[in-house]
């Protein structure tokens, strides 16, 4: 861990305690060393401890000083613990020039406790210090009243899809066009449009005109009259639609498919509906019929699934919009698209451990529209901000802990 020493200057509020064996010295803020490092220990031994980091991956360096003149640093034994929100950076030292080296890249983001050891003559130094970047401190209170949603990466599914515009219709299989039997006068009407109407009811009566007698329209399906063509008294003759009754509880919903992409939709693939933009209304169906003909008008061919409708959401006549899985992988960690954010040049969410949230700088691979691949950066079953996770950077960038060396 020593190679994360605090040397980032500036941007890290850094609280040392120095300890020299029997003596213990506290001060606001470390000295700054020749290399700009931080600058630990009395006038007889001194500790800089620096992050290098020009175009190489930041590296930990640490000059030793006695009575103000450079020290060998093979002269020095020296150690260093960082401690992250999730673990513990372990670094040990080797001498390299004029400076010891840590064995191991110091990670970003540069946010932990900082622990220093030291031997040098027979005598011990601890030295402590903070450095967050990308921390802050919340309250359960505090999370809640920000509307914060917690939950664990994990896996997920991530889904390739085209997305498509379309319609929601009646489903011709569940639809009932009403005609008399015999030609005659309307005498009742029972039924008006939009009236639920239940298997086998009678819509109408009609006095036939053969035999002047009345005989009854019914219902041969439960449904809803979404069609009427018919007044009272009027002369109807056998084969006029009278009226049209439709089982709402199951809906077709027709996609346009632009001719550049018919050959990769098939039937069986599964369509992602959703009512609009700004509606959460959404559910799943299956492709069951593709058009092997386009339209004449649009050159668009057309892309049919059955949805169930008992919620009574999906009114035919809706426009909706659609996203046809085209292929679908299972990922051991993701993370929801929503709760990304930006921090320096980083795709970060915001981890939580107890009251802390702090960055979890990521590397990313596939995504769609809900989820996003994890390559690097974080571990499953960590919690994170999942919504609303904009109040936390805000408040993040507001407590000034950020990144300087």
Not at 64 to 93: N, Q, T
Not at 103 to 116: A, L, M, N, R, Y
Not at 167 to 175: G, K, T
Not at 343 to 356: A, E, H, I, T
């Amino acid at each position: 861990m020593i190679a994360v020493l605090g040397i980032f200057a500036t941007l890290f509020v850094v609280q040392p305690a120095f300890s020299l064996e029997k003596k213990s010295t506290k001060e606001a803020e470390p000295a700054r060393g020749p290399h700009g490092g931080k600058l630990f220990g009395d006038d007889d031994f001194q500790v800089e401890v620096t992050i290098y980091e020009p175009d190489i991956p930041p590296q930990s360096r640490v000059y030793f000083y006695e009575y103000g003149e450079p020290l060998d640093p093979d002269a020095v034994k020296i150690s260093m613990e960082l401690h992250r929100i999730d673990r513990v950076d372990v670094f040990s030292y080797r001498k390299q020039d004029d400076y010891a080296i840590g064995d191991k890249v110091v990670e970003e983001p540069h946010s932990f406790d900082v622990k220093i050891q030291a031997i040098y003559k027979g005598k011990t130094y601890n030295w402590e210090y903070a450095s967050y970047e990308g921390r802050t401190e919340l309250s359960p209170k505090a999370v809640e009243s920000a509307g914060l949603v917690i939950e664990s990466a994990g896996p997920a599914t991530i889904r390739s899809t085209l997305h498509v515009t379309g319609r929601i219709i009646p489903n011709e299989y569940e639809l009932l066009h009403l005609t008399p039997r015999f030609s005659g006068v309307v005498k009742t009407i029972k039924k008006q449009l939009g009236d639920t109407v239940q298997a086998n009811e009678v819509i109408a009566t009609i006095e036939s005109n053969e035999s002047l007698t009345l005989y009854e329209v019914r219902s041969k399906i439960a449904g809803t009259v979404i069609q009427r063509d018919v007044s009272l008294g009027e002369v109807v003759s056998d084969g006029d639609e009278l009226f049209v009754v439709a089982n709402l509880e199951s809906v077709w919903a027709e996609f346009n498919i632009y001719r550049s992409d018919i050959q990769k939709v098939k039937k069986g693939q599964t369509v992602i509906i959703r009512n609009g933009k700004d509606d959460p209304s959404v559910t799943e169906a299956t492709i069951s019929y593709v058009s092997p003909v386009s339209s004449p008008d649009t050159q668009a061919f057309l892309a049919r699934a059955v949805v169930p409708n008992t919620s009574m959401k999906w009114n035919p006549g809706l426009f909706i919009l659609g996203e046809v899985v085209l292929d679908q992988e299972h990922v051991p960690v993701a993370v929801k698209a929503d709760a990304l954010q930006t921090f320096r040049d980083w795709d970060v969410v915001f981890q939580r451990k107890g009251n802390l949230f702090e960055i979890a700088i990521l590397e990313l691979g596939r995504r769609d529209g809900e989820w996003v691949e994890v390559l690097s950066g974080l571990e499953p079953e960590t919690e994170y901000v999942t919504e609303n996770s904009f109040v936390v950077k805000a408040d993040v960038l507001k407590s000034g802990a950020s990144h300087d060396h």
